[in-house]
């Protein structure tokens, strides 16, 4: 019976070290996720502001096609806005899970003092716990994934799209 109970031991130290790998796991994707954020911010402040210095240039010297360089620069930045907002709901502090506290730990113990007589009942719980951060870490990763793609989707067709109305302007001018 000592046996058994040393080796059903063995087997949740085991999964804690898992459970532990696959939230630090999380944890490194989650730094990875805010800085390709921030490097996409930053991308996003210089490519603005180049971009204004171009219409600012392109309204200076072509006072005839104004109302067409307006209206597809409103365009362009609002795309510029949206992959901003994107990438800033990227870097957003979430609410994930936590561990229990100790004072939680300890007010659960002593309601179930049987299951922790052994100390089987703590690993148990700390496997929980490893679950449960890991868990709620790792949809909160894939929802800033998800953010983090549209913005550089969008910053992408930001980009796109300046190359064609730069043409289109070089084209009308001619």
């Known amino acids: 019976m000592v046996g058994k109970m040393n080796k059903n ?4 130290y085991k999964i804690i070290k898992h459970s532990e790998n696959v939230y630090l796991s999380e944890c490194r994707r989650e730094d990875n ?6 490097s996409i911010l930053t991308s996003i402040s210089i490519v603005l502001a180049v971009f204004m210095e171009l219409v600012y240039k392109l309204l200076e010297n072509l006072p005839d096609y104004k109302p067409m360089i307006v209206s ?34 300890l007010d659960f113990v002593n309601n179930n003092l049987k299951t922790y007589v ?31 793609v549209c913005s550089c989707s969008l910053l992408i067709c930001f980009i796109v799209l300046t190359i064609i109305f730069s043409f289109v302007i070089l084209y009308a001018v001619k």
């Open 9 to 12: 031991k063995t087997v949740k």
């Open 33 to 38: 996720l805010r800085n390709i954020a921030n």
């Open 72 to 105: 597809i620069s409103f365009i362009l930045c609002l795309i510029l806005l949206i992959s901003l907002f994107c990438a800033i709901l990227t870097n957003w502090p979430y609410k994930k899970s936590e561990p229990n506290s100790g004072r939680n730990l």
């Open 118 to 148: 052994d100390g089987d009942g703590f690993l148990d719980q700390r496997i929980t716990d490893l679950d449960d951060m890991s868990l709620s870490l790792f949809r909160i990763n894939n929802i800033k994934a998800k953010f983090l």
